[in-house]
């Protein structure tokens, strides 16, 4: 049996006051709870550390460079992440695809980095609605996971982590159904099991975009969701404990 794990995306939000209500309340609430995440903005990596550390609850960045070090202005690297006790970091979410230039290719090279570091990446993946809507769904995802999988390997999955997030659902308010999601975490789950069954099946795969209280419990009992990426509700206590405890 894989266990969950529910991650909170706090995107670019936040202040040191409302932070610290925040991180105490998710510290409190969770405990005892295993597989609770938050990704903080980096300047509040410190923050997170102080509040979190020694609880159930982990932390994390939204995104790392490739590079282990050097001139590269603005960047902050693996080893950085782990300095402050990081344990996850998001890898090619679809802001830093769209916003950012993050290419197959570049969020491969952030995937290795990141497990190089001894980071827990999870690798973001997901169609845009103009790709749902020319069928291509499959295609997509398959390929942004083949990028990575021809860097890494099969065998990096043992310690990363999949998230399965439509572009068209993130931020929304319109969520894929737990039988759209299904499907295409099952999609991804067959094309690790080409490689590895037995990575496949330890896989955890996540489901984000506009998970609430109100549909967390029926999208996580899908066989093949294996917990969730929370953005807008994981900044509200009591919506990401609730999406936690239906996990
Ligand atoms: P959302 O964001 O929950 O606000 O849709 C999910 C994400 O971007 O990770």
Redesign the pocket.
């Known amino acids: 049996m894989r266990s969950k794990l529910v991650a909170g ?1 706090w ?1 670019m939000h936040g202040s040191l006051s409302s932070n610290l209500a925040l991180l105490q309340a998710v510290r409190d609430g969770a405990k005892g709870a295993a597989g609770v995440a938050v990704c903080v903005p980096y300047p509040y990596l410190a923050q997170a550390r102080s509040v979190l550390d020694g609880s159930t609850v982990a932390w994390g960045a939204q995104d790392v460079s490739e590079h282990d070090q050097g001139a590269f202005t603005g960047e902050v690297s693996g080893a950085m992440l782990v300095d402050f006790g990081c344990r996850y970091v ?1 890898a090619g ?3 830093r695809r769209s916003f950012y230039g993050d290419t197959d290719a570049v969020v491969a090279a952030k995937f290795a980095a990141a497990l190089k570091a001894g980071l827990v990446p999870v690798l ?1 993946v997901g169609e845009s609605l103009a790709e749902r809507e020319a069928g291509i769904t499959g295609e997509v995802v398959t390929r942004q996971i083949d990028a990575v999988l021809s860097l890494s390997g099969v065998a990096a999955f043992s310690r990363a982590v999949v ?1 399965y ?1 439509p572009v068209w ?4 308010g319109r969520t894929a159904s737990p039988a759209q999601a299904q499907e295409v975490h099952a999609l991804i789950r067959q094309r690790f099991a080409r490689d590895s069954a037995e990575v496949a099946s330890r896989l955890q795969i996540l489901y ?4 609430k209280p109100g549909n967390a419990k029926e999208l996580f009992g899908q066989p093949d969701i294996d917990g969730g ?6 900044l509200v206590a009591g919506d990401f404990l609730a999406i936690c405890a239906a996990a």
């Open positions: 995306n995107k998001l979410h679809s802001e973001c998230a997030e659902a993130i931020g929304t984000g975009g506009s998970v990426l929370i953005g807008g509700a994981s």
